[in-house]
T-cell receptor
Framework: AQTVTQSQPEMSVQEAETVTLSCTYDTSESDYYLFWYKQPPSRQMILVIR??????QNATENRFSVNFQKAAKSFSLKISDSQLGDAAMYFCAYRSSSNTGKLIFGQGTTLQVKP | DGGITQSPKYLFRKEGQNVTLSCEQNLNHDAMYWYRQDPGQGLRLIYY???????QKGDIAEGYSVSREKKESFPLTVTSAQKNPTAFYLC?????????????FGAGTRLSVL
């Protein structure tokens, strides 16, 4: 069975600085998808970024980028120029290429942004 | 506005009572999902449905039931058999189970036991 691990329960960053959130996963599949979701205090889950395992190029979305290391089964999220609105819980999630569409989530990392 | 609507926002259950959480989407999505979130843990899949009149158990289906009579609606019933129902419940939907469909989430329902 696939598992997702986020080893940093809490992180903090100074406003305008850069922070990296870690995620590792375990799978025997070669084709899959990885996601980072943000959950602000409102509790609404918002997609931040996604990565297809077959793509070698790391995904980027404005200030958010990932470092995808397939062999190491690592998928970290880098937030550049951190803003107060980035403060939230961040979840790493895995989805198999099978047809269920099921997401497997890590435990989450709470990010604090200090002004 | 297109989106996923969950209601109610807060729900209280008495011992031995069944309660139903509503999830409606107007995104024309085929697939819908129910997740449970406990403090300090990630989301865990309860049930999912890929098409009307069909649904499958997720990882923690015991004590829960669902129906999918309409494409737009996927209600979740927390039965009296669920001994620890206090949690935050999130509904999601996606175009379909195929890749690379993205799941979009509702705002959630917080369920507490009186």
């Amino acid at each position: 069975a696939q598992t997702v691990t986020q080893s940093q329960p809490e992180m903090s960053v100074q406003e305008a600085e850069t922070v990296t959130l870690s995620c590792t996963y375990d799978t025997s599949e070669s084709d899959y998808y990885l996601f980072w979701y943000k959950q602000p205090p409102s509790r609404q889950m918002i997609l931040v970024i996604r990565q297809e395992a077959y793509k070698q190029q790391n995904a980027t979305e404005n200030r958010f980028s990932v470092n995808f290391q397939k062999a190491a089964k690592s998928f970290s999220l880098k937030i550049s120029d951190s803003q107060l609105g980035d403060a939230a819980m961040y979840f790493c999630a895995y989805r198999s290429s099978s047809n269920t569409g099921k997401l497997i989530f890590g435990q989450g990392t709470t990010l604090q942004v200090k002004p | 506005d297109g989106g996923i609507t969950q209601s109610p926002k807060y729900l209280f259950r008495k011992e031995g009572q069944n309660v139903t959480l509503s999830c409606e989407q107007n995104l024309n999505h085929d697939a819908m999902y129910w997740y449970r979130q406990d403090p300090g843990q990630g989301l865990r899949l309860i049930y999912y449905s890929q098409i009307v009149n069909d649904f499958q158990k997720g990882d923690i289906a015991e004590g829960y039931s669902v129906s999918r009579e309409k494409k737009e609606s996927f209600p979740l019933t927390v039965t009296s058999a669920q001994k620890n129902p206090t949690a935050f419940y999130l509904c999601a939907s996606s175009l379909g189970p195929g890749q690379p469909n993205i799941q979009y989430f509702g705002a959630g329902t917080r369920l507490s036991v009186l």
